[in-house]
């Protein structure tokens, strides 16, 4: 692993079913990032994580849950999934909150 | 609220020079940050400014005026290649990133 890795690259997922992206970092970054994009708008924190153990709500934390166990690891699920969910997911990392971030790839979901 | 000001979409020529512009409103200001995306890829990072001034990185610069909220990134000898979406990102008092939506940069031969 090099950098930030995120699965699934993409997901088609039923109204009302829970998932959870993953993403993985081998940067040994304290902070993480769990943002979505949607057409026309800026990038949109979900959650977030300063280190290990904490985390806390972004600018649109709703439906959506983190999880910061370890380091490296930072899953965000979607209890019961609806349509406005669809979007792409990026996470991303950075040294510490003052520092530049770095994404992984991408998961994009689409909630039918 | 929040606010960041970008153009939705510009076009320039293969190598010609050209600005970006980037207008913000935020809760305390702690950085102003420039990334590049290119279609159905992640954001990467190309310049901060934190203070007042121009910062240059290769063919990129980028300016911030904090009185004026307000910073530019210019590209030079612009390629092919700079065809992308260009993030402008103010760290605010929490020390979180507001993303303005991007400007879609088409470059023609």
Known sequence: IAGITQAPTSQILAA???MTLRCTQDMRHNAMYWYRQDLGLGLRLIHYSNTAGTT????????YSVSRANTDDFPLTLASAVPSQTSVYFCASSRGPEDEQFFGPGTRLTVL | GQNIDQPTEMTATEGAIVQINCTYQTSGFNGLFWYQQHAGEAPTFLSYNVLDGLEEKGRFSSFLSRSKGYSYLLLKELQMKDSASYLCAVR??????????GTKLIIKP
Not at chain 2, 92 to 101: C, F, V
């Open chain 1, 56 to 63: 806390g709500k972004g600018e649109v934390p709703d439906g």
């Open chain 1, 16 to 18: 009302g079913r829970r």
């Open chain 2, 92 to 101: 605010d008092s929490n020390y979180q990133l507001i993303w303005g939506a």
